[in-house]
């Protein structure tokens, strides 16, 4: 350290100070008090019903692992959550219904339950396909463009 020889004591004390506080601000300590308390990671779901209607869920408790399916068998757990249905499980898991809204089947007009997660259409089971914290999982009831 620099020795401040002919400087006023008072301008001497003054830099002294704002030494230490830059200290304080570097350390681990004060780094680690600024990330004590973290946001809890969520991701959210929005259940689009195709007729106008859609239900959202901003804040669901994200976890290591976490799939689609996951997330929206969180949202069935809420107070005003959705109920739905499925065939088979994990990663081979389709789901036939959400709410009223019964998949379709075959066809050119037939609308089905298809999940987008960030906007991206999904390509592989709802079971297998991870969430992020911060993404948002996209269940849509509408017909599958083949073409898109």
Not at 45 to 56: A, P, R
Not at 105 to 111: K, P, Q, T, V
């Amino acid at each position: 350290m620099k020795l401040l020889t002919g400087v006023p004591v008072g301008a001497r004390r003054a830099t002294l100070a704002l030494s230490l506080v830059g200290l304080l601000l570097l350390s681990p300590t004060a780094i680690s008090a600024q990330d004590a308390d973290p946001k809890p990671a969520t991701v959210r779901l929005i259940v689009d019903y195709g007729d106008g209607v859609q239900t959202h869920f901003t804040a669901l408790p994200w976890r290591e692992g976490m799939t689609v399916l996951d997330a929206l068998s969180a949202a069935s757990k809420h107070a005003r959550g959705v109920t739905f249905g499925q065939r088979g499980s994990g990663g081979a898991a389709m789901i036939t219904q959400i709410g009223d809204a019964k998949n379709e089947g075959g066809g050119l007009d037939s609308r089905n339950w298809l999940f987008y997660v960030n906007r991206q259409q999904g390509k592989v089971s709802a079971g297998k396909q991870t969430l992020s914290p911060g993404d948002t999982a996209l269940w849509r009831f509408q017909v599958y463009d083949y073409n898109p």
